[in-house]
C-alpha cells in the first residue's frame, strides 16, 4: 500500500507551520517533504543559530528534510517565526529598504539573485530581492 502524497502550493509556508507547530509542543525535530529551495532557507535559520541543524534523507524513493529545533534540554531561540511573501501576493525591496527585525535582534530571509540569503548580507552586497521571512 502506497503512502498519500500531500503536495503544497507553498511549500515554504508549510515548513514555517510544520516549525510553529513542532515549537508549541516541545518538539526536538521535525521533519518535512524535501524541496531545494527549503533545504536552503533551513541552513540560512540554522546558519544564524534559530535551528540547530537540518538534514535531509531518504526513504525509498522520497527525500524527507529533518529540521532540529532544539537540544534535549534546550529551548529554541525562535520566538516569532513570519512568512512575508505569499504566492498570492510577492513581496520585493530594493537593497536599500530592506527592513531590520525588531532593532537588529532579529533575521529577514531574502531571495536574491545570487541566491537565498540573510537581509544584512544582502544588503552588505547590494542586492534586494524578494522577502521570504523573517524570524525573532
Known amino acids: 500500500m502506497k503512502k498519500a502524497v500531500v503536495i503544497s502550493t507553498d511549500p515554504i509556508a508549510d515548513m514555517l507551520t510544520r516549525i510553529r507547530n513542532g515549537l508549541a509542543v516541545g518538539k526536538t525535530k521535525v521533519s518535512l517533504p524535501h524541496s531545494n529551495v ?3 532557507v533551513a541552513k540560512a535559520l540554522a546558519d544564524n543559530g534559530y535551528v540547530r541543524g537540518v538534514m535531509v534523507d531518504q526513504d525509498d524513493d522520497r527525500k524527507h528534510l529533518e529540521v532540529v529545533l532544539s537540544d534535549e534540554h534546550g529551548t529554541s531561540p525562535i520566538t516569532e517565526l513570519t512568512r512575508l ?3 498570492g501576493r510577492r513581496m520585493y525591496v530594493k537593497a536599500s529598504a530592506i527592513p531590520v527585525v525588531r532593532r537588529g535582534r532579529g533575521v ?4 536574491t539573485s545570487h541566491g537565498i540569503m540573510t537581509g544584512e548580507s544582502a544588503k552588505a552586497k547590494g542586492l534586494g530581492g524578494e522577502l521570504i521571512l523573517q524570524v525573532y
Do not use: D, G, K, L
Open 38 to 40: 527549503c533545504e536552503t
Open 108 to 111: 529577514v530571509i531574502i531571495s
Open 85 to 87: 511573501s505569499t504566492p
